[in-house]
């Protein structure tokens, strides 16, 4: 089990007049007593206030961040990384004693996890076997180093896992975490270290009881049921119970839950469930391509020979999903494997449709082409022939062939004048026109393909690039009356008929154009640009008044070190489950009250994670 993975800027002149700070507080690193100078008698050991004094300036920094200059972030950067280098020096130098648990338990818990995460295990073990000894929320750490020591067996004990167990300590017999008679409900840390224990040990039912109880807690959070889930699922397989894997994973949410739903059908020798429930998962939409990517490959190696058994709409909706994948001429392949004729009609049509695109995704323009003609001769709806042509268009513009692909895009726009299909083709034709024709033949095909368009951002787009187009072509007046209908919330539209204002002469039009742009919508290209123009006419006057008063973010109350979930998720992340950690702090960040959100956002801020 993997212990410790480890969870300023400013001009020249600022970074050299900070020369001088560095040098110093360097001069102070290198200066610090370390070993040898002791405490008093009962006083805390050194490293406790330079802990202190470290998150002090770790949260100097953060406010430093939000309200303070380049240069003052970047005095605060140093002053930080100075006081993280004498308080790492001073606990390292430092050999706990007995006098130990004399330290407030927060520091305590924050300097043993501070250790486990540069790496020094043995140390950081002093303080677990020593003064924590009995903490509960590092318990899993213990027993995860027992288990890395060959000592699984006592690390078992040590959770009181399973909940029967009990470990004697000394002449006592204790209750263990969490038992079944009192003490507080086990967290998600105490029972992923008791299964991957158990599992080591080979004790199986251990193994999958500590599952089930962190499946069903409350505490887990979506990431450690889809760590149980897996973990579960993994179990079941080496068991020889596919099916229990199959019921467990029936809704995978990542690649890797989906990969092993597929090993779970073909392991209970259905090869069919396996393809389509990859093939389900590789084309949900909302999920990363990278996740549904391996899915996909693996539901079509499945595939291989089993064309005919699969389900027609099964089989074409993969043979579509390798395709949009990157892997097409795998999707033809697997088309052409498919010996059991279509259905109907209707199931002929859509084999056609998805043998044309991916011929046209594997840049087989005059296959895809002769396909969509075939499809456009078997579809009858306008609707269904307009997508064809669309189809066509755009595998005729592949194939460099200006003609036909013309033609089709005016067929498509024409076969449905108020449909999503027409709208499309008749921006394309124009971009298409625009791209490789002259400025006088490309804006009547502009001014044309305006009466197609009807989604805001395709109108203001197809306004402002048929008026420039008119513009190039040397007449204004053309221009103007395309871009006299754009509405007043239209920054391109507003802020090109201000420009061929200013060119004819008009500036109180124009003048009162970039106003409107400039102001409503100031950050954007048309709203900087608008800006400039104004400048340029000696109406600066009339630039918007942006607030120039800083949000001054608050200083913390520093409670993270005491907050059970900050320890819980610190000890998760030390165990190797970082993103079921980095999932529960951002829960708390969303959901906790005013102080635990705030601290858990800092602490995402500190592993640069800046929204939630």
């Not at 640009?529 to 949000?551: K, S, W, Y």
Request: aromatic residues 6%; positive net charge; contains cysteine.
């Amino acid at each position: 089990m993997t212990l410790g993975p480890a969870a300023g800027k400013g001009s020249i002149g600022a970074a050299v007049a900070l020369l001088p700070s560095l040098v110093s507080l360097l001069s102070l690193v290198a200066a610090a007593p370390l070993a040898s100078a002791q405490p008093p008698i009962g006083a805390p050991p050194a490293w406790v206030a330079r802990r202190e004094a470290w998150l002090d300036a770790r949260e100097t920094r953060r406010l430093a961040r939000w309200n303070e200059s380049s240069a003052a972030l970047a005095a605060a950067d140093l002053r930080a990384a100075a006081a993280e280098s004498l308080y790492r020096a001073s606990l390292r130098a430092w050999t706990p004693d007995a006098a130990a648990i004399r330290i407030p338990l927060a520091h305590l818990r924050g300097a043993a996890l501070d250790l486990l995460e540069e790496g020094a295990i043995e140390r950081a073990s002093l303080l677990l076997e020593g003064a924590l000894r009995d903490d509960e929320p590092l318990l899993p750490i213990r027993a995860a180093l027992l288990g890395r020591s060959g000592r699984a067996e006592q690390g078992l004990a040590l959770l009181a896992w399973p909940p029967d167990r009990r470990l004697a300590r000394g002449d006592r017999w204790l209750a263990g975490f969490g038992s079944p008679s009192s003490g507080p409900a086990r967290d998600a840390a105490h029972l992923l270290t008791a299964s991957a224990l158990a599992d080591s040990l080979g004790q199986a039912r251990a193994s999958r009881s500590a599952l089930w109880a962190l499946l069903v807690s409350p505490d887990a959070g979506p990431s450690g049921r889809d760590e149980a889930r897996r973990l579960l699922a993994r179990r079941f397989l080496a068991d020889g119970t596919p099916r229990l894997a199959v019921d467990i994973l029936s809704d995978p949410s990542t690649g890797e839950q989906a990969l092993l739903l597929g090993q779970a059908f073909a392991q209970a020798r259905d090869t069919t469930g396996a393809v389509e429930a990859l093939t389900r998962f590789g084309t949900r939409s909302g999920v990363a391509l990278s996740e549904r990517y391996p899915a996909l490959r693996r539901a079509a190696d499945f595939a291989k020979g089993r064309a005919d058994s699969l389900g027609e709409r099964s089989h074409l909706d993969l043979c579509r999903a390798l395709g949009d994948a990157g892997e097409a001429d795998r999707g033809l392949a697997l088309l052409a494997a498919r010996r059991r004729p279509a259905s109907d009609s209707a199931a002929t049509a859509l084999r056609l449709d998805v043998e044309a695109s991916l011929y046209a995704r594997a840049r087989r323009f005059s296959d895809a082409m002769a396909s969509y003609r075939a499809l456009a001769a078997r579809s009858t709806a306008p609707a269904a022939r307009a997508r064809a042509a669309l189809g066509f268009a755009r595998a005729a513009r592949g194939a460099k062939i200006f003609g036909a692909m013309d033609s089709a895009f005016l067929s498509a726009a024409v076969l449905d004048p108020a449909g999503p299909t027409g709208e499309q083709a008749a921006w394309e034709r124009a971009r298409e026109w625009e791209d490789q024709r002259s400025a006088p033949e490309t804006a009547p095909v502009f001014t044309w393909a305006n009466g197609y368009l009807r989604s805001g951002a395709l109108k203001s787009a197809g306004r402002v690039h048929g008026a420039l187009a008119w513009r190039r072509a040397g007449s204004p007046d053309s221009a103007r009356a395309l871009l006299a209908g754009a509405p007043s919330d239209d920054a391109p539209g507003v802020y090109w008929r201000a420009r061929l204002a200013l060119a004819a002469g008009d500036s109180a039009a124009a003048r009162t154009g970039f106003r409107g742009v400039s102001r409503q919508s100031p950050t954007t290209y048309e709203g900087i640009r608008a800006g400039d123009e104004l400048r340029a006419m000696g109406a600066a006057e009339d630039l918007p008044q942006l607030a120039t008063t800083p949000v001054r973010v608050a200083r913390a109350a520093r409670n993270e070190d005491l907050d059970t979930a900050a320890v819980e998720n610190r000890v998760l992340a030390a165990l190797g489950w970082d993103a079921i950690s980095t999932e529960r702090v951002k829960r708390v960040a969303r959901e906790g009250d005013p102080a635990r959100a705030l601290a858990a956002t800092n602490a995402l801020e500190e592993s640069g994670v800046f929204r939630v």
